[in-house]
């Protein structure tokens, strides 16, 4: 199974802007629904944002509402996480998935196709 590619990560101030890009080569790309999960250190993976395979819908979790956006390109089978005004507790290991059952509906728990992860570390 194909699995998605994250980079992008790194450090930034608080403040600070940071965009996350992740690559697909599979060539269902264009049905899946993707996402961005994190997970900070002690704590379990938490949704951030995801994104439905036509583009048209997004959902965001409540502590990123407003200062990140899901954005996806088909021609390049990626999708990008553009984080702005960053805080320390977004520090996190920021990982891309993807559902793989075409499904109509954005469904947390239906990602199953993950990236190895990319580091993102706000600094205050």
């Known amino acids: 199974q194909v699995q998605p590619v994250e980079s992008g990560g790194g450090l930034v101030q608080a403040g600070g802007s940071l965009r996350l890009s992740c690559a697909h080569s599979g060539r269902f790309f264009s049905q899946y629904n993707m996402a961005w999960f994190r997970q900070s250190p002690g704590k379990e993976r938490e949704f951030a944002a995801a994104?439905?395979?036509?583009?048209?819908?997004?959902v965001y979790a409540d502590s990123v509402k407003g200062r990140f956006t899901i954005l996806r390109d088909k021609s390049k089978n990626a999708v990008y996480l553009q984080m702005n005004s960053l805080k320390p507790e977004d520090t996190a290991v920021y990982y891309c998935?993807?559902?793989?059952?075409?499904?109509?509906?954005?469904?947390?728990?239906?990602?199953?196709?993950w990236g190895q992860g990319t580091q993102v570390t706000v600094s205050s």
């Open positions: 998935a993807a559902d793989t059952s075409s499904r109509y509906y954005i469904t947390k728990s239906g990602f199953d196709s």
């Open positions: 994104i439905s395979s036509g583009g048209d819908r997004t």
